[in-house]
C-alpha cells in the first residue's frame, strides 16, 4: 500500500527520514571509527598516519570497484520489493555474495604480491613507504570480508530494515576499538604494532561484522519471506543482471577512490608530510560530513527503488528532493562548522599527532589544516546534490552516465587541475590542488541534479513487471 497521506505531508520528508536515520547513523559510526582510528595511529606519529591514510586509500580503490557495483543489490532488492516479489530478494544477495567473492580470490593475491612495487614510486620516505605497504596488504586481506558484509548490508536496506545493518556495525566497531587500544599500543601482554596493530584490528572487525549480518540474514522469518537460504534458486543470469547494472557504479567508485588517493600522495605529497599528514586531518573531518549524507544516498536508491517497482515514479521523484532537503541540512551546518571552527577542530585532531616522531611543528599542520576546511566549506551544498541524487539515479539503475561524469571531472578537475596548481602557482602549495578539487565537487552537484531533473532514468526497465510511469513511451 502506498503511504498516501505521508506523501502529503512533508512532501515524504517523514519517509526518507525513517529509512535513512539508520543508514546515516551506521555511516556516521563507520566514519567516527575511522576518525577515532586515525586518532590512536596519530599517538605513535606522523608517519604511521599519513601512512595509514594512502595506504588505506589505495587498498580501497581495487575494492571499491566491488563495493560500487555491489550497491546495486539494494536497487534490485528494492525494486523486487516494490513489485511485489520479495523471494527474489535473497537471490540477488546471494548473487552478489558470489561476485563478492570470486573477485576478492582472483584480485586479492595479485595486489598484495605487488604491493611492495606499488608503493615504490611514491614520492615518500622509505619509512613512510613501509608502513604503507604493510596497511595495505592487511586491508586487501580483508577484501572479502568487506564485500560480503557490503551485500548483506545492500540486501537489509533494500527491504527497508536498516536497523540490522547499524546494530551489527556498532558491535564490530566497539570490537574494532578494543583491539586497537590493545593491538597498536601492547596492552593485556601484547607487544606494541603501531599502525599494524591498526590494521589487524579492522580486519578482525570485519569479520564480526560480516558474522553478524549472516546470522540475521539466515535466519528463519528472513527466510520465510525473502527466501534468504534458498542458495540453489540464484541463477546466473542474476549475477549478470548485478554486473551489468553495476559495473558503472563500480567504476565510478573505483576511479573516485583512486584518483583521491593520487591527489593526496602525489600533489599534496609534493609539498611534504605535513601537508599529507593536514589534508588527512581535513578530510577525517570532511568524512563526518558526508558519509551521514551517504546513508541518506543509501536510503534513498531503496525508496527509489521501491516505488519504481512500484510503478509510481512520480512519488520516487518527490522523496529524492525530500532526501536532498535532509543532506542539505545537515551538510550545511557541518560546512558552516567548518568555517566558524576551523581553528578549534583542526588543533583538536592535531593534537594528537605525536609531532616529536618527525620533525613536524603542530601549528604547521594546523595552518595548513584550516585553509582545506574553508574549502570544504564552499562546496557542502553542492556535494549534498551529488550524493543524494547519485543515490536516487542508482535506485533506477542509471549509473553510466554519473560514472562517465565523474571520471571525466576527476582527471580534468581533480587531477588535471591540481598538476596545473603545483607546477604554475606552487607558492600555493597544497591549497591549490584543493580548490580544483572544490570546483569539481561544485560542477559534479550540478551535473548530476541536471540528469536527475531531466527524467530520463524514468524510461529504465530492470524489471519486467514494472509499471511505466504516465506519459512514458
Given at each position: 500500500?502506498?503511504?498516501?497521506?505521508?506523501?502529503?505531508?512533508?512532501?515524504?520528508?517523514?519517509?526518507?527520514?525513517?529509512?535513512?536515520?539508520?543508514?546515516?547513523?551506521?555511516?556516521?559510526?563507520?566514519?567516527?571509527?575511522?576518525?577515532?582510528?586515525?586518532?590512536?595511529?596519530?599517538?605513535?606519529?606522523?608517519?604511521?598516519?599519513?601512512?595509514?591514510?594512502?595506504?588505506?586509500?589505495?587498498?580501497?580503490?581495487?575494492?571499491?570497484?566491488?563495493?560500487?557495483?555491489?550497491?546495486?543489490?539494494?536497487t534490485y532488492v528494492s525494486q523486487n520489493l516494490g513489485s511485489?516479489?520479495?523471494?527474489?530478494?535473497?537471490?540477488?544477495?546471494?548473487?552478489?555474495?558470489?561476485?563478492?567473492?570470486?573477485?576478492?580470490?582472483?584480485?586479492?593475491?595479485?595486489?598484495?604480491?605487488?604491493?611492495?612495487?606499488?608503493?615504490?614510486?611514491?614520492?615518500?620516505?622509505?619509512?613512510?613507504?613501509?608502513?604503507?605497504?604493510?596497511?595495505?596488504?592487511?586491508?586487501?586481506?580483508?577484501?572479502?570480508?568487506?564485500?560480503?558484509?557490503?551485500?548483506?548490508?545492500?540486501?537489509?536496506?533494500?527491504?527497508?530494515?536498516?536497523?540490522?545493518?547499524?546494530?551489527?556495525?556498532?558491535?564490530?566497531?566497539?570490537?574494532?576499538?578494543?583491539?586497537?587500544?590493545?593491538?597498536?599500543?601492547?596492552?593485556?601482554?601484547?607487544?606494541?604494532?603501531?599502525?599494524?596493530?591498526?590494521?589487524?584490528?579492522?580486519?578482525?572487525?570485519?569479520?564480526?561484522?560480516?558474522?553478524?549480518?549472516?546470522?540475521?540474514?539466515?535466519?528463519?522469518?528472513?527466510?520465510?519471506?525473502?527466501?534468504?537460504?534458498?542458495?540453489?534458486?540464484?541463477?546466473?543470469?542474476?549475477?549478470?543482471?548485478?554486473?551489468?547494472?553495476?559495473?558503472?557504479?563500480?567504476?565510478?567508485?573505483?576511479?573516485?577512490?583512486?584518483?583521491?588517493?593520487?591527489?593526496?600522495?602525489?600533489?599534496?605529497?609534493?609539498?611534504?608530510?605535513?601537508?599529507?599528514?593536514?589534508?588527512?586531518?581535513?578530510?577525517?573531518?570532511?568524512?563526518?560530513?558526508?558519509?551521514?549524507?551517504?546513508?541518506?544516498?543509501?536510503?534513498?536508491?531503496?525508496?527509489?527503488?521501491?516505488?519504481?517497482?512500484?510503478?509510481?515514479?512520480?512519488?520516487?521523484?518527490?522523496?529524492?528532493?525530500?532526501?536532498?532537503?535532509?543532506?542539505?541540512?545537515?551538510?550545511?551546518?557541518?560546512?558552516?562548522?567548518?568555517?566558524?571552527?576551523?581553528?578549534?577542530?583542526?588543533?583538536?585532531?592535531?593534537?594528537?599527532?605525536?609531532?616529536?616522531?618527525?620533525?613536524?611543528?603542530?601549528?604547521?599542520?594546523?595552518?595548513?589544516?584550516?585553509k582545506i576546511l574553508i574549502c570544504a566549506a564552499v562546496f557542502q551544498l553542492?556535494?549534498?546534490?551529488?550524493?543524494?541524487?547519485?543515490?536516487?539515479?542508482?535506485?533506477?539503475?542509471?549509473?553510466?552516465?554519473?560514472?562517465?561524469?565523474?571520471?571525466?571531472?576527476?582527471?580534468?578537475?581533480?587531477?588535471?587541475?591540481?598538476?596545473?596548481?603545483?607546477?604554475?602557482?606552487?607558492?600555493?602549495?597544497?591549497?591549490?590542488?584543493?580548490?580544483?578539487?572544490?570546483?569539481?565537487?561544485?560542477?559534479?552537484?550540478?551535473?548530476?541534479?541536471?540528469?536527475?531533473?531531466?527524467?530520463?532514468?524514468?524510461?529504465?526497465?530492470?524489471?519486467?513487471?514494472?509499471?511505466?510511469?504516465?506519459?512514458?513511451?
Amino acid at each position: 500500500m502506498l503511504p498516501d497521506g505521508d506523501d502529503r505531508r512533508m512532501g515524504g520528508l517523514g519517509e526518507v527520514l525513517a529509512l535513512s536515520w539508520p543508514a546515516s547513523l551506521t555511516m556516521l559510526n563507520n566514519t567516527l571509527m575511522q576518525f577515532v582510528d586515525g586518532l590512536m595511529v596519530a599517538r605513535v606519529g606522523p608517519s604511521s598516519l599519513a601512512a595509514q591514510f594512502v595506504g588505506g586509500i589505495f587498498a580501497f580503490a581495487p575494492t571499491s570497484l566491488a563495493l560500487g557495483m555491489l550497491t546495486v543489490v539494494n536497487t534490485y532488492v528494492s525494486q523486487n520489493l516494490g513489485s511485489g516479489r520479495p523471494q527474489r530478494c535473497g537471490q540477488y544477495a546471494w548473487a552478489g555474495i558470489a561476485i563478492a567473492l570470486v573477485y576478492s580470490l582472483t584480485l586479492g593475491p595479485l595486489l598484495i604480491l605487488l604491493s611492495g612495487r606499488i608503493f615504490s614510486f611514491m614520492p615518500h620516505t622509505e619509512t613512510v613507504q613501509a608502513l604503507e605497504t604493510t596497511y595495505f596488504r592487511y586491508m586487501i586481506s580483508a577484501m572479502g570480508l568487506f564485500l560480503a558484509a557490503r551485500v548483506l548490508g545492500q540486501f537489509f536496506f533494500g527491504i527497508h530494515r536498516p536497523g540490522i545493518v547499524l546494530a551489527a556495525s556498532l558491535i564490530s566497531n566497539l570490537v574494532n576499538v578494543g583491539l586497537n587500544y590493545v593491538l597498536i599500543y601492547g596492552k593485556l601482554g601484547m607487544p606494541a604494532m603501531g599502525l599494524e596493530g591498526a590494521a589487524l584490528g579492522t580486519l578482525c572487525s570485519a569479520g564480526v561484522l560480516l558474522g553478524l549480518l549472516l546470522a540475521v540474514f539466515l535466519a528463519p522469518s528472513m527466510h520465510a519471506r525473502y527466501g534468504t537460504r534458498a542458495l540453489r534458486q540464484v541463477r546466473r543470469s542474476q549475477c549478470g543482471e548485478l554486473m551489468r547494472i553495476g559495473w558503472p557504479a563500480g567504476v565510478q567508485f573505483s576511479n573516485d577512490s583512486l584518483s583521491w588517493g593520487v591527489f593526496i600522495s602525489a600533489l599534496v605529497g609534493q609539498f611534504g608530510t605535513a601537508h599529507m599528514a593536514a589534508s588527512t586531518v581535513a578530510m577525517r573531518y570532511m568524512s563526518l560530513s558526508f558519509m551521514p549524507a551517504v546513508g541518506v544516498s543509501i536510503a534513498t536508491t531503496a525508496i527509489v527503488g521501491r516505488y519504481i517497482g512500484m510503478g509510481r515514479h512520480d512519488i520516487a521523484q518527490r522523496r529524492a528532493h525530500a532526501a536532498l532537503v535532509a543532506a542539505m541540512a545537515y551538510m550545511g551546518l557541518c560546512g558552516a562548522c567548518f568555517l566558524v571552527f576551523r581553528y578549534p577542530l583542526a588543533r583538536f585532531f592535531a593534537a594528537g599527532v605525536n609531532s616529536a616522531a618527525a620533525n613536524i611543528p603542530i601549528e604547521q599542520v594546523v595552518e595548513i589544516s584550516t585553509k582545506i576546511l574553508i574549502c570544504a566549506a564552499v562546496f557542502q551544498l553542492f556535494d549534498a546534490m551529488a550524493i543524494v541524487f547519485i543515490g536516487a539515479l542508482r535506485g533506477a539503475g542509471d549509473t553510466f552516465v554519473p560514472m562517465v561524469l565523474t571520471i571525466v571531472l576527476c582527471w580534468t578537475l581533480v587531477l588535471g587541475g591540481g598538476l596545473v596548481m603545483v607546477k604554475h602557482l606552487p607558492a600555493l602549495e597544497s591549497l591549490g590542488p584543493w580548490l580544483t578539487a572544490s570546483l569539481y565537487v561544485i560542477v559534479l552537484g550540478v551535473l548530476v541534479a541536471w540528469r536527475f531533473e531531466s527524467g530520463r532514468w524514468k524510461k529504465i526497465r530492470l524489471l519486467d513487471s514494472v509499471v511505466p510511469p504516465a506519459g512514458a513511451p
